[in-house]
């Protein structure tokens, strides 16, 4: 990998319109994340669109920033209303919430902070040290490789993903289904259209990925809204914890954040898991654990570090490989689609001035986050008190300007609709919308690649025997899948008995 292209990432970060976007898309992220019910990849999704007409550089900065600030964010209204914010600042409850109680909102947040910009910025400096790395190993990539990885990124997010395995699979597998809708590339017949005419071009991907996880989103703030006025707890001590403390922390925090790069890095994973990954980890080490729980603050920098370090962590595997790491990095990924870039490993070789810009932006919005936190967090108390109605209103209303201002498209605000009903219908029969998302996203890649290896091979499913890196790609997808069967259930009750 040339490291000139690293230079070349770092300069397009660091002018002054990026800049002003990272500080501005932390801002935003950081009151996304803390207002209960909403979450990064909602709100990345709602600002996709924005990016369409932006140079790449500032819209993945603007992005990343928001991704960084949200994973933040959701720590606020755990700490203050016992209310996570977000998926991953759940654990952040358990010990946060009891140190407002005591009168210590500020030293919790503070530490909150601290612990989220570090483990951040170590995931970040991970992510820009295995890059070039992988950029030797992506050399070897071909079609029959690509198609590889494509099965896998669909079969082992499918297998990861929250509830049963089985709807996980079938999820990715609709992702899939859904990705074929329009012309066929080879062919130029229609698939699946039914005559409509908007539909010859395929399904827009961003116009999907706001119904599934914007309007769900709303329609369950609607449901659970109640009217009742929320009580914050006050913020009376200082935020700007003390160096004896951080001091204290630090082996803590450290430890957190390699535990949530090490987590991120596995896709279909989250911040979630990461936290109480590493949540049960500090407790572990402590000398007390009689206190977790009622108040020690290790027990909120551990899942605050851990859910940051997610972030550069879930971004391994999407620039490597192009299998995103969560859902949140999917809609990075989107993002690159939107400038006509497809994911894959080409990133880190065609496009690697692109792919060092968005590195470095994930560094400087930790950076940012820091700044912005000292400056805002008090003032995200106000966010937490909004009436969940009222967002949710404010969700619907920017589903629609958005999706329609990609083509002036009433027919992508009905599409968009349709893609919120369904993705609510999936949240209720317990089926998660990420793999669906995942399987839009790399359904194009599959087919594609799919269709050159039989090229090469003479139309002979011989060919993706003659690669190993296929072979061993394919055999991970296979166990996966395998993991979901009867069988394999059945042989581990043997086991254990």
């Avoid at 369409?52 to 960084?68: C, E, K, Q, R, W």
């Avoid at 570090?305 to 949140?328: C, K, R």
């Avoid at 394919?474 to 581990?492: G, N």
Wanted: charged share 10%; net charge neutral.
């Amino acid at each position: 990998m040339d490291t000139s292209l690293i230079l070349v990432g770092l300069v397009n970060v660091i002018t002054l319109t990026n800049i002003s976007l990272i500080l501005g898309g932390t801002l935003l992220g950081l009151f996304v994340g803390a207002m209960p019910g909403l979450s990064a990849t909602m709100a990345l999704a709602l600002l996709l669109p924005l990016t369409y007409n932006m140079d790449p550089a500032s819209g993945l900065s603007m992005l990343a920033a928001l991704y960084v600030g949200a994973s933040y964010g959701g720590s606020i209204s755990a700490i203050l209303l016992r209310t996570p914010g977000t998926p991953s600042a759940a654990a952040t409850v358990l010990d946060g919430y009891p140190l407002s109680q005591q009168g210590q909102a500020g030293r919790a947040l503070g530490v909150s902070l601290f612990a989220s910009f570090v483990g951040g910025l170590m995931s970040g400096l991970a992510l820009l040290t295995a890059a070039p790395l992988l950029g030797v190993v992506v050399l070897e990539f071909g079609p029959v490789e690509m198609f590889a990885i494509a099965v896998l990124g669909i079969t082992i997010i499918g297998s990861l993903a929250q509830g049963s395995m089985i709807t996980g699979l079938l999820s990715g597998a609709l992702g899939l289904l859904v990705s074929t809708v329009g012309m066929d590339f080879l062919t130029g017949t229609p698939r699946m259209t039914f005559g409509q005419i908007n539909l010859f071009s395929g399904i827009e991907f961003v116009v999907a990925l706001i119904g599934l996880f914007s309007i769900p989103q709303a329609l369950r703030l609607i449901e659970k809204s109640n009217g009742a006025a929320k009580i914050a707890s006050k913020i009376t001590d200082r935020l700007i914890p003390s160096f004896r403390e951080l001091k204290q922390l630090m082996p803590n925090i450290l430890r957190s954040g390699c535990i949530g790069i090490i987590v991120g890095v596995i896709p279909g994973t989250g911040g979630d898991t990461a936290s109480w990954f590493a949540y049960n980890e500090a407790k572990r080490f402590a000398k007390d654990k009689s206190r977790f729980g009622k108040g020690d603050i290790a027990g909120v920098a551990a899942p605050e570090s851990a859910n940051n370090a997610v972030v550069g962590g879930a971004l391994i595997p999407t620039i490597a490989l192009g299998i995103p790491g969560s859902s949140s990095t999917a809609i990075l990924l989107g993002a690159l689609m939107v400038q006509g870039i497809l994911p894959g490993p080409n990133l880190l070789t065609d496009y690697g001035d692109v792919t060092y810009t968005l590195i470095w932006a994930v560094i400087f919005a930790n950076v940012g986050l820091l700044l912005v936190g000292l400056m805002f967090t008090k003032a995200c108390v106000s966010v937490t008190k909004v009436p969940d109605a009222f967002v949710a209103c404010t969700i619907i209303t920017l589903c629609i300007i958005g999706s329609f201002a990609i083509n002036n498209s009433i027919f992508d605000v009905g599409l968009m609709l349709g893609f919120g009903l369904f993705g609510y219908w999936l949240s209720k029969a317990g089926v998660s919308p990420a793999p669906m998302v995942i399987g839009l996203i790399l359904g194009p890649v599959m087919e594609n690649s799919f269709h050159q290896s039989m090229l090469i091979g003479n139309h002979s499913f011989a060919v993706f025997l003659d690669s190993p890196i296929a072979i061993v790609l394919l055999s991970i997808a296979v166990l996966s899948v395998f993991q979901a069967t009867p069988l394999f259930s059945w042989i581990r009750t043997l086991r254990r008995q």
